[in-house]
């Protein structure tokens, strides 16, 4: 169970990535290109919102069966996991951070549908979905991730 749940939370990573990271260039370009916000920009958003929001659920339940992070402080206590670099990433750093990260999509695209106007809209996403970017690329394991 714990590898299939590790492949899927691996490859629907990338997924994610790309989604987010378009849906962010097209807040910033909506905003400082004036455009009229379109169904499009809605639905890509939307998407962002939905594909995070399947990546944190399928790395909540990893988080408990992988053997790098509940179990992992369970058997070698915080001292020793925050005394690793490796084990503290997988355990503690990256959970956070892509915590924070589903935060600030949620709040972002929650935030611009109350907004009215086009430039509020890009702007609301374009300042939470960049920060969440910014999460995301930051706690990436990439040594095991590039190696895939």
Same mark, same amino acid.
Request: glycine share 6%; net charge positive; proline share 4%.
């Given at each position: 169970m714990y =590898?299939t749940i /590790? +492949?899927?939370h691996?490859?629907?990573? !990338?997924? *994610?990535?790309?989604?987010?990271l378009?849906?962010t260039i @097209?807040?910033?370009?909506?905003y ?5 916000y ?5 639905r890509?958003a939307?998407f962002a919102?939905?594909? =995070?929001?399947? /990546? +944190?659920?399928?790395?909540?339940v990893? !988080?408990f *069966? ?5 179990q992992?402080?369970? @058997?070698?206590g915080?001292?020793?996991v925050?005394?690793?670099?490796t084990?503290?990433l997988?355990?503690v750093?990256?959970p956070i951070?892509?915590i924070? =990260?589903?935060?600030?999509?949620t709040i972002g695209y929650s935030k611009?549908?109350?907004?009215l106007v086009s ?5 609301m ?7 969440a970017?910014l999460?995301?690329l930051s706690r990436?394991?990439?040594a ?5």
């Open positions: =590898t /590790q +492949f899927i691996s490859y629907w990573a !990338y997924l *994610v990535v790309f989604v987010v378009i849906a @097209n807040a910033l370009a909506g400082m290109g004036n455009k009229e379109s169904p499009k920009d809605f890509l939307l919102l939905i594909t =995070t929001h399947i /990546q +944190f659920l399928i790395g909540l990893l !988080y *069966v992988s053997p790098l992070g509940v992992n402080i369970t @058997n070698l915080m001292g020793e925050m005394g690793n670099s084990y503290r997988y355990a750093e990256h951070v892509m924070l =990260t589903v935060v600030f999509i611009h549908k109350k907004k430039k509020p809209k890009f702007k996403l374009a300042i939470f979905y960049s920060i970017l999460f995301l990436i394991p990439w095991q991730w590039l190696a895939l």
